[in-house]
Structures are given as C-alpha cells and as structure tokens.
C-alpha cells in the first residue's frame, strides 16, 4: 500500500490541507495526518522527517504558513519527496512570506512547491509521484485527467 503523510504546522492549517486529504483518499492513496511545528515541537520533526520511509511513507506533504520552515526542515532530514504548501496564515504577509519559505530552498535541499493553499495539487502531485512507480495509481491519474477533460467539454456545451 502506498502511503502519503501530511503534517502541517498548527490545527489552524487544516482546512487548507483537507483538500490533500480529501484528494488522496479519492484516489485511493493510504493517507497519515499530524501537526508537526518546526518552532513548537522540534524534537517531533525530527523524529518524523529522519523516519517516515522506515514507516512506509513514499512521499510528504507539508504545509506551514508564516516563516513556513517546515517543508524545508523536513526535506533537510528526510530522504523522501516534500511537497510544500504555502498556507496564509493570520500571521502571514498576504502568504508571500510563507510562498517564498518553501520556495527558495537551497541547493541539495529540494522542495517542490505548490500554490499559495495549494493542498489539493499537493495532492495530485503526490499521487503522481507514486504513480511513476505503481500502475493502480497511474490508472486513477489517467482516469482523473479524462475527468477533468470531460468537465470542460461539458461546460462549455451548456454555454
């Protein structure tokens, strides 16, 4: 079973990362879901980031708001794919701040960033992630993008 976890920095960021959860399970993708700060519970991090692919995790998501160290911490100690989520936070700079965070991470520390509340592409890039390697996935992928096509199709006939 393929496995996604996503963590975020605080509750507050939950409802912009549903739309992960939410898309994950769509597709069928085993999801593991917890608050992980990288100001408030380094320790965790840690614990987390250094032992996730030990656990079955293929691929992270993480999403943090504010200064949004979180991604970039994650990826320092983890082997595996992060994908970061710029959140807008109430303590956030219309999101700037957390967008550039996650985005401009150094050489050797990579972190592919999604939209500012961009959970649901996190997702769907996940779930492509581990698509390259798993055929059931790939299918559902195939699958959705039809989806997608048919939506359009369809709208723009009942214009």
Do not use: C
């Not at 959140?87 to 965070?101: A, E, H, P, R, T």
């Not at 150094?106 to 769907?124: D, E, M, R, Y």
Request: hydrophobic fraction near 45%; aromatic fraction near 4%; charge should be neutral.
């Amino acid at each position: 079973m393929q496995k996604v976890a996503i963590i975020m920095g605080s509750k507050s960021d939950l409802p912009v990362m549903q739309d992960a959860i939410d898309i994950l399970k769509e597709f069928n993708i085993d999801v593991e879901v917890d608050i992980v700060s990288a100001h408030r519970t380094p320790e965790k991090l840690f614990d987390f980031s250094k032992n996730a692919h030990t656990r079955g995790i293929n691929v992270i998501i993480a999403g943090a708001g504010g200064a949004a160290h979180l991604p970039g911490m994650v990826a320092s100690l983890s082997p595996l794919p992060v994908i970061g989520v710029p959140v807008k936070s109430s303590n956030s700079i219309d999101g700037w701040d957390s967008v550039l965070s996650i985005l401009q991470m150094p050489g050797g520390v990579p972190v592919a960033t999604v939209a500012l509340n961009g959970a649901k592409n996190a997702g769907i890039l996940a779930a492509q992630i581990i698509g390259a390697s798993n055929k059931t996935v790939l299918n559902t992928i195939i699958n959705y993008k039809e989806g997608l096509k048919t939506k359009v199709i369809e709208s723009s006939k009942n214009l």
